[in-house]
């Protein structure tokens, strides 16, 4: 069953099992998604701030200040966070303050600590109004019982710090999806091994299960399993507590393709082939209620798969695309989506050059996709629908 690249987004996340949530410190949450609408406990500020150092007055009493004549008002006492004024500002008078400091009654304004002369050890000089822009009022960034961030977001470094300030010590999130990840091929063998003509390093190992890291997913490494039926079925039968099964290797068309093989005969196969290109050799299948998924073993297709189809299903997050204006041509392909890796510079992307798929540097080098619907074509000084890497 040949199938299109969203098409293949749909069944993959229909085989996947949706994870159950867990509660965990914050500072266990960097990277993990929200399970439950999160509300604010309290509200931020707490209290009406100065936004300044400076002092907080009546603006009635400042707004004719000016260099030339400024506004002389009487010091009655500081304002500091922690430590609250404790009377009332009246007319003509004002009370020091600090950033974050509560406001205190009578006073609606702020001139900073920069606009200000001493006069004499009671008194201050205004050279120009004070503002009431430099009050931050109670409640003004959020109140409490206000759902302030919402189920399904990903937890970065700010959403953490905004989660603690809406008073939350822990957070809901869901449960990792667990990934067991199989390397496959007779050639294949680990890094730092001699290696004999013929075979190759697994480089698939190491840039999927670090992209799968990059999803918030927890890998289960199986290491590599050889071109044998008997031995992909072994490897496969002893998954043990995995939510889906990620494979590189085994799914092409060629004699020895066993992965593809296994699930046709014993398994169950959802679909063989994706129009695209890189990549057009993935599948999508089960294993005894097992899901799987099935890459490609050339590492350039195996990784082009992955960001395009499997990252937007375990991340619940659409694929991100830009516009730039094409600074070289890119062809498209009569019945494939074509994925050609380019360089973003200035506003405009090119072609990177190189666009085979035994290309591994370009993936390094290159910082785009360039996405050509089937039958496309796009010529320079066009716009083109890019996906950054």
């Not at 960097?30 to 400076?54: I, K, M």
């Not at 200000?116 to 120009?128: K, N, S, T």
């Not at 003509?197 to 918030?216: H, K, T, W």
């Not at 996709?369 to 796009?378: A, K, N, T």
Request: glycine fraction near 12%; charge should be negative; proline fraction near 8%.
């Amino acid at each position: 069953m040949h199938v299109g690249v969203q098409e293949a987004r749909e069944l993959l996340a229909a085989l996947l099992p949706v994870p159950g949530a867990e509660r965990v410190p914050l500072r266990e949450a960097r990277g993990r998604v929200l399970a439950v609408d999160l509300p604010a406990l309290v509200s931020h500020p707490s209290a009406t701030e100065s936004a300044l150092d400076g002092v907080a007055a009546r603006a009635e009493d400042t707004d004719q200040a000016t260099p030339g004549a400024p506004a002389r008002l009487r010091v009655v006492g500081e304002s500091r966070a922690g430590l609250a004024f404790a009377g009332r500002v009246g007319s003509g008078e004002c009370v020091r303050i600090y950033t974050g400091a509560p406001m205190p009654p009578g006073a609606d304004a702020i001139c900073p600590v920069e606009q200000l002369a001493e006069d004499g050890p009671d008194h201050v000089l205004l050279q120009r109004p004070a503002r009431r822009e430099d009050v931050r009022h109670e409640g003004g960034d959020f109140r409490t019982g206000e759902v302030v961030l919402r189920s399904g977001v990903r937890l970065t470094p700010s959403r953490l710090a905004l989660a603690a300030a809406l008073g939350h010590p822990q957070v809901p999130v869901l449960r990792r999806v667990r990934v067991a990840l199989l390397s496959t091929g007779d050639e294949v063998i680990e890094p730092g091994r001699p290696l004999h003509p013929g075979q190759v390093y697994d480089s698939n190992s190491a840039g999927l299960g670090a992209m799968l890291e990059d999803c918030g997913c927890e890998v289960l490494p199986l290491g590599h399993a050889p071109d044998r039926p008997e031995a992909l079925a072994e490897v496969i039968a002893g998954v043990g507590g995995a939510d889906v099964l990620l494979t590189s290797g085994g799914v092409s068309m060629g004699r020895y393709d066993f992965m593809r093989d296994l699930l046709v005969q014993q398994g169950r196969v959802a679909f063989w082939k994706v129009r695209m290109r890189p990549g057009g050799p993935a599948l999508v299948g089960g294993w005894h209620g097992l899901p799987v998924v099935g890459l490609p073993g050339n590492p350039v297709s195996s990784l082009v798969v992955f960001h395009v189809i499997v990252r937007p299903v375990l991340t619940g997050q659409p694929l991100e695309t830009l516009k730039f204006r094409a600074a070289t041509p890119f062809r498209g392909l009569p019945d494939k989506t074509a994925f050609w890796r380019g360089v973003v510079r200035g506003g405009e992307v090119r072609d990177y050059g190189q666009q085979g798929s035994g290309v591994l540097r370009s993936l390094s080098e290159a910082n785009a996709l360039v996405i050509v619907p089937e039958g496309g074509q796009v010529e320079v000084g066009q716009e083109v629908e890019v996906a950054l890497l």
